[in-house]
Structure formats: structure tokens, C-alpha cells
């Protein structure tokens, strides 16, 4: 039989029964935020980023199980049910922008970002759940607040904190301000059944930071486990970084967004801009310098600014009066002189800094700035290559990612990806992409994210993408005694992506010189 409908002559009732009832092609009645995944303390900010334009949230006050599946209590549960449905969907779902061809052939491109499912950048886990759930559900008023952490153990020389959670930075941040000791393991270590990777935060217990920690863990939600073991002599004993922070005279958005984001996992930090990078002395000021997309210290161009992604900055003739801030904050912090912080001079300067034993960060159109001031053995992957010819730049036709979310693979034991997965959400905004050199591992390069599929595509639109397998999107380079950490996705982006934050934060508390055991004060 067929549907009377307002369709072209009506549609199988049968094959309208099964479209309706496969659940492949329904959306989901219930997301629901497991409270045993690994970073929950930032699933709590994904559900307050809801809760801000009204979103109904429930939490589970005990156990319960739904399609089979057991669920903690404090679990988050999220109905479709509401009014704002449609934003709900947005916020877990792929956004999906079609394939549109103009009448040359040509694909009509997204006018800006076409992907930006949030729960794939914030590298949250969830369910999807096709019938509704009950259980003993009771509705978030107002913002959810964390999970108040576990202190498990009695033991009181040190407090171990997985490298997994990303407020486990602002623990270490806050015990460093208080003058207390954190160190960062080198191998995994036990305690109370559990066993922590390398990377993992050792807090010595002491009269500085026990308050610290207990009043954090609490705050932020972070949970801890307390030993009377002491780490292995790998440990690298961490300090309060000297963080520089580029920006420009005028102000750059990256730069803001970078600074936000230092400024709640509350690393200390000082903008640099101007004259700032022509200083030679560099090192003795400061031991990381981060660099936002758009960050560059060349004059000509200032790299290559990528496919779309963010052009490098450019330097002001000879001459020009130096433009100040009118953000009257930005003038008082980016103390504002002569000179642009351009050219050979701050190009060299920076090299030198790294030479020296400091650390470079850089994320977006950056990645290749970096790569050509300290002229590691990195190329552009996203080119046609013909035996005899020069490389050329893959045309817009061929390939065209804008700002979408991609899957890439992971090495997990790299220092940058301490507590990561070995499958992580990137934001993707035409970013570079490198292709290593056959000197590469000799010259101290190491992979830390690459493209393993033809289809790495999660959220929004990828023309070309098959492009991009085998290619390098991170890598960590020993440049003299120092070290630069880059990546070509934008792992900080307008300070959403918490999914990739680790990587930024590990690159900054990054582990490179062993240190002697800890000792402790606390009493056995």
C-alpha cells in the first residue's frame, strides 16, 4: 500500500516503517555523559556551556543502567525532549555540509567554519541512547557544579594526579605559586591499585601544598591518590615557567584567546610584542616563548600562512611610527617600543633561545613560521609531487578543509601527549600539514599526531581529504638543548577544544632534565 501523502505520488508505508525505525537514521532521545571517563571535572564545563542558553540538564544521585550499560552516579543525562533540542543536536552531532558543485564542476565551498561539534573538540565521552531512560535523575539548577574529587589513600608523602585531567595543570600551577613541589613521573608508578603513566603530576605532601591540593581537589573536581612511595629518579622536579606570549602592537585574536586560556588554568605569563623579540638575552627571561596562530618573526611574509588558515604577520617599512594599543590593558602589558620584533634580528634571537635551552610552542600557521626560523627538516605534505618537477601546492579544487574537526592518530608516550588517547579530535582549519625529511629522526624530530586514514573527517566539510593521509600534523624537535613543540591544528582555538589542551599544557610543563627523588616533611 501506499501513502496518500504530499510526497511525489506517496512512499511505501513499509519502507517508511523502516527509515522511521533504523536507528541509523534517527536521532538520539538521550545523550548520556558517563562520570567515570577519565576528564570528567571538563565534561562538567561542556554541560555548563549548555546550562548558559537554557539547556535542561539531569544528573544521576545513583547507579543506574540503560541499553545494557551500567552508568556511576553523577553521570549527566541530557534529553532531547526540550526546546532547544536543535542546539542540543548541534552541540553532540557531526554537522554535515554538502557536497554542492557549482556549474564549472567545482565545489562550492562553506563560507566559514563548517564543523564544530563541541563534545568531539572538548574530547568528551558519551552515549547515545535511542529510547529514554529512567532512573533517580534530578535537574541541574543553575551551573553544574564539579564532582568534588577523592583524596583515596592515607599514606601522606605525596599526592599522584593523573595527566589525563586537564585542571590537573592548574593543581600544579596553583602548588608551584603556594612554593610547593610537583614533579612529573618518568615511568608509571602504583599506588592504592591504580597504576599512573609518565607524565603523570607527583605533589610532595608538605605544609605548603597539602592545603593546596585538599582545597582543589574539592573545587575542580580533581581526583588524587595519596602514597607513601616517592617516584623514581626520573622524575623531573617542575618550576614556574617564565612563559612569553606573543602578540602584535595592534593585538591579534589568537593571542587573546591564548591568553584567556592561560589565564584559567592559571599559568603566570608576560605579552611580548614589538621590539620585545629583537631582545638577544631572551633566555634570561623567559624559558617558553608560545606562539598563537599567525605568530611569525620573519619580515617577508612572515611564512607561509598556510592554506587559509592564518597569514603571518607582517612588519611595518622602515620608518613607520610603531601603532599603539588602543586596549589600554594591552598597552600597559605589551610595553610598547620602537621596532617591530621582525627580520633577521628577532628571527635569529629566537633560534638562539632555543639553542639555549628554551622552549617554543606553536599551534596553527605558527607550526610552519617555527619551522622555517629554526629551518628544522620539515616540508609541506599538501603538495602534488611529480618525479622531475617541483613540489606543487594541491589547488583549491583538490583540497579544501575549512575550520572542521578531524580524527588523528596519537603517540601517547611523546611528551606533548602525556595523558592523551591514541585517537584524538582536532580542529582543522586548513592547517599545515608536514611532511618529515628522510634526516628528520637524526635531526631529533619526533611524530606526535598524524593522518592514518583516507577519512579522517568527523565534523563538517574536507574536500580532498584523502590528501591528507600519511601526513605529519605534530611533532616535538630537539633543537640544540632546547625544544619545539608543533602543531599544525589549531589545539587552542578560541579556547574550545579542550580535547587538545593537554598537548599546549604539556608542551609548557614539558619533561626534559631527570631531577633527584623528591623528599618530604610529612610524617609517616
Known sequence: PQGGGRGRGGIQMVQYNQVLKDPARRDPRVYVIPADQADFPTATKFINTLRYIGIEIHQAGSAFSANGKNYPAGSYVVKTAQSGRAHVIDMFEPQDHP?????????????????????????????????????????????????????????AAGYLISPSINDGFTVANRVLKANGEVYRLGVPMAANGRTYPAGAFYVVANAASTPVVQTAAKELGVNMDATNDRPATSATKLATKRIALWDTQTGSMPSGWTR???????????????????????????????????????????????RGGGGGADALPAGTPVPQPSDPDLRSLCQVTSGTGMGATADANVRKFVEQG???????????????????????????????????????????????????????????????????????????????????????????????????????????????????????????????????????FRAQPHGTFKFFFNAIHSMRSPASAPTSTAAK
Open 99 to 155: 557536497n554542492d558543485m557549482d556549474e564549472r564542476g567545482i565545489p562550492r565551498r562553506p563560507y566559514d567554519s563548517a564543523g564544530w561539534t563541541l563534545a568531539y573538540q572538548m574530547g568528551i565521552k558519551f552515549d547515545r541512547l535511542f529510547d529514554d531512560v529512567k532512573g533517580q535523575f534530578s535537574e541541574v539548577q543553575g551551573l553544574a557544579k564539579p564532582v568534588p574529587g577523592a583524596i583515596s589513600g592515607t599514606a
Open 260 to 306: 584567556y586560556l592561560l589565564e584559567r588554568f592559571e599559568f603566570p605569563f608576560t605579552i611580548v610584542c614589538g621590539a620585545g623579540f629583537d631582545d638577544s638575552a631572551l633566555r634570561s627571561k623567559f624559558d617558553v616563548i608560545i606562539m598563537p596562530s599567525g605568530a611569525a618573526f620573519r619580515a617577508a611574509g612572515g611564512g607561509r600562512g598556510g
Open 358 to 492: 628554551g622552549v617554543v610552542v606553536a599551534a596553527g600557521s605558527a607550526a610552519e613560521a617555527i619551522s622555517e626560523t629554526l629551518q628544522l627538516p620539515v616540508t609541506d605534505y599538501m603538495v602534488e609531487r611529480q618525479p622531475g618537477q617541483p613540489d606543487r601546492a594541491l589547488a583549491g579544487d583538490k583540497f579544501y578543509v575549512p575550520g572542521s574537526v578531524v580524527r588523528v592518530a596519537v603517540d601517547p608516550t611523546a611528551v606533548s601527549a602525556a595523558g592523551a588517547e591514541d585517537q584524538v579530535d582536532v580542529f582543522f582549519n586548513n592547517s599545515p600539514v608536514f611532511r618529515l625529511q628522510p634526516n628528520a629522526t637524526s635531526r631529533g624530530i619526533r611524530p606526535v599526531m598524524w593522518f592514518d586514514s583516507a577519512s579522517p573527517l568527523r565534523s563538517g566539510w574536507a574536500w580532498g581529504q584523502n590528501y591528507l593521509e600519511g601526513g605529519t600534523a605534530a611533532f616535538e624537535a630537539t633543537v640544540g638543548q632546547g625544544t619545539a613543540y608543533v602543531f599544525g591544528p589549531e589545539i587552542t
